[in-house]
Every structure is written in C-alpha cells, then in structure tokens.
C-alpha cells in the first residue's frame, strides 16, 4: 500500500512536472520529493516520470496511474473533508428529542439560546416514546435526548444534570396510599407496578428485602401508563413535574420520601460527539445556571 504523503507528492508533480515547484507546493525540500517518488517507483515496479535535465514527464505508467488515482484520491479528500466539517461544524441541522412534557419545556428554552448563539444551526425538535428513545439515538434519527439520567448504556454518554427533581408514586384516586401524605420505597412492594419500556425512570429501590408483588400491565407510551393507574391495575413511580403536567381526577401523586431525586439531562451516542452537540450541551447548562 502507498502511503499519503507519496500520494500527494505523486499528483503535485504530475501536475507541476517540477521537483522545484512540487517541493514549495507541498512545504517539504527537493531531496524529500524525490526520495518519495523513487520510494514510489519501487513500490510499483516501473518508473513514473523520465527525468532529464531540462525536463520532467510522466511515462505511461505513471499518466495512467495519475488518470485512474486523481479522481479516486479527490473523493476521499472530499469525504475526510466532509467528515470534519460534520465534527467540528456548528452550521447544519441538529435534531433533538424529549419524552415527557417538562423535558419539553425546558427543551424550547435550551433551543432558544442554542439559536441566538449558533443561528446558522436549525434545531428540529421532536417527542420520542420511552421506548424508541435509545433506537432513534443509534440509528440516527435524533442526535441528541433530554431524557433521565444516565443512559446506563456503554455506547451512549450522559451530559451534565441538569434538573433534580422529587420521586412521586402515581396511584388510584381511590387506593389507601392517595390519603397518606408521603410513601416509602418499601411501600411499593405492596403494590403491582406499571411496565414502561425502557428508556424512562427507574423506580427507585428498596432498602429492605420485602417481597415484591407482581408486576402490572405494560404500558406503551406515558399517557397509557397513567390510564392504566386510573383504572386501578397499578402504580408508577413517576418525576414531581408529574403532578403538575398531567394531572388527572382518577390518578393522585404521593411523595417518595426515601427515594434519591430523579436526575434529567442530556444523552448522545459516544461516538457522536459533534460540535454542534457539544454547543447544544453547553447551551443548556448556562441555561440552568442562568448564564444564558
């Protein structure tokens, strides 16, 4: 295999047929451009240029290697080019996704700076089911979430918290736990648990070794979840800004009083850290801290 830089000095002095010029071209001395381009012909087996003194020309080796390489080795400077400019660029369109109404609010108001800072930059935002966040991620349909956090998967990278919030239990209107004022993680063995599919929050967990009962009904999107509440076939530990977006006269909110607060933020796919990501990250913590 030939290397780059044998590459690049083989196009420049085909096109130059000068070592001199070739050398001021590509920043390197007479004596390296002519060290690579026997290095070169080595490699191949046959001369590519005829050297005299007063001029240089391609043989027919070397014009056909120059016809067939050319186009070829322009398609990958175009595509490393392209490559870069996706990393490094902040100009283009960043598609971004939440699961739930407060991640939604609190995306229009990340987004609005993102803008002021980047308006070159369009910011299409979009509402993902638990479920499909993860898969919408690494196929790349959305590059980035404003999700609970972590991710808790190896190819994805968490950004910082950006919220902290309380645990609530959702439960019936009419179960004995919506006329208790606070309840335990160890209460929610007491009762069957909605299914989410994965990605959404976590119950938090018990300190002690109660037995857990069975788990409820598997719930397709977070609507159905809190429906499935209402009519009674079991609770779902759910974010404080529960109450507030989706309050309901068949479902009551109970505080966790053991459970850790329920952490939101950012998650991307770790192999896709562009700028553009990285922009939108730093956008939303000045955000929270108010020095947006």
Sequence with gaps: MIERHEVEAFLALAEELHFGRTAERLHVSTARVSQTI????????????????????????????REELGPAWAGVCTALERAVEAGRGVAGTLQVTFVSAAAAQLLVGVTKLFRERIPDCEVR????????????????????ALSTLPAGEPDMADGPVLVREARMLAVPADHPFARRSTVSADDLARVRLVQLPDHGAE??????????????????????ALTLVGAGQGALPVGAHTRRYYARPDVAYV?????????????????????RVRAFADAAVDLVDGHG
Excluded: M, N, Y
């Design 125 to 144: 935002i979009r509402e993902v089911q638990a479920g499909q966040l993860l898969p919408w991620l690494r196929s790349g349909e959305v590059d980035l």
């Design 203 to 224: 119950p938090p967990r018990r300190s002690g070794p109660a037995t857990p009962t069975a788990p409820g009904p598997t719930a397709g999107t977070f609507q159905e």
């Design 255 to 275: 505080p966790i009083d053991d459970a850790p607060p329920l952490e939101w933020g950012l998650i991307w796919p770790a192999d896709r850290c562009t700028a």
């Design 38 to 65: 026997r290095k070169l012909e080595r490699t191949v087996g046959v001369p590519l240029f005829r050297r005299t003194s007063r001029r240089v020309e391609l043989t027919a080796t070397g014009a056909q290697l």
